[in-house]
Each structure stands twice: as C-alpha cells, then as structure tokens.
Nanobody
Framework: EVQLQASGGGLVQAGGSLRLSCAAS????????IGWFRQAPGKEREGVSC??????YYADSVEGRFTISSDNAKNTVYLQMNSLKPEDTANYSC???????????????WGRGTQVTVSS
C-alpha cells in the first residue's frame, strides 16, 4: 500500500522559510517520479514541483524560491520553501506519478497534506 505523509507546515511571515518533508512507503522510491501539489481554499489543485531521475521541475509561481530534493535512503522527499508569499498559503501534499501530470495537479497517488500559512 502506497503511503505518503507530509509534515513541516506551519505559520510563517512573508519572506520567511519552511521545509516540508514527505515520508513515502509501499513502493520502490527511486523508481517513480515524485513531487508536490498544493491546494488553497476555493482554488484548484496546483502542481508545485516534481523530480525525475535527478531532474527537477517547478511551477513558474515558485521557480527560484522553492527547491525539491530527496533522500533515497530515507524514502523521503523535501520541499525547501524560501521567500514565502501570502499567495503560497495552501495545503501541501506530496504526489507520485509522471512529472508531466504532477505539474498539472494530477497523480497516481497522493497523501494527506500539511498546511502552510503565510501572513503578510
């Protein structure tokens, strides 16, 4: 059973940073593309970032501010978020699936998210 558990969210002021973690289990971690979604109230789910075979991809809205990385030994993917803006406020969840789809907000598997709130 695929399980994805995100953590690390919280309340931060604009300009601040947070590091999200996602612990994955139930599949061979390095064999799959993995990334991050976010969804704000009243808005559609948005693909934020994805990584595939060491290549990383980002939505235009977070390019240059967010960094995705992974630790294959720990089956964990991270999202370092810097220079946070109020519009980054959303529930963030990690997702498994082709990066071409994850960046469109579509995935084969995704987990319970962690809330990020950025105050102005």
């Amino acid at each position: 059973e695929v399980q994805l558990q995100a953590s690390g969210g919280g309340l931060v002021q604009a300009g601040g940073s947070l590091r999200l973690s996602c612990a994955a289990s139930g599949f061979t971690f390095e064999d799959y593309d993995i990334g991050w979604f976010r969804q704000a109230p009243g808005k559609e789910r948005e693909g934020v970032s994805c990584m595939k075979n060491g290549m990383t991809y980002y939505a235009d809205s977070v390019e240059g501010r967010f960094t995705i990385s992974s630790d294959n030994a720990k089956n964990t993917v991270y999202l370092q978020m810097n220079s946070l803006k109020p519009e980054d406020t959303a529930n963030y969840s990690c997702a498994v699936g082709p990066c071409s789809l994850v960046l469109l907000g579509v995935a084969e598997y995704w987990g319970r998210g962690t809330q990020v709130t950025v105050s102005s």
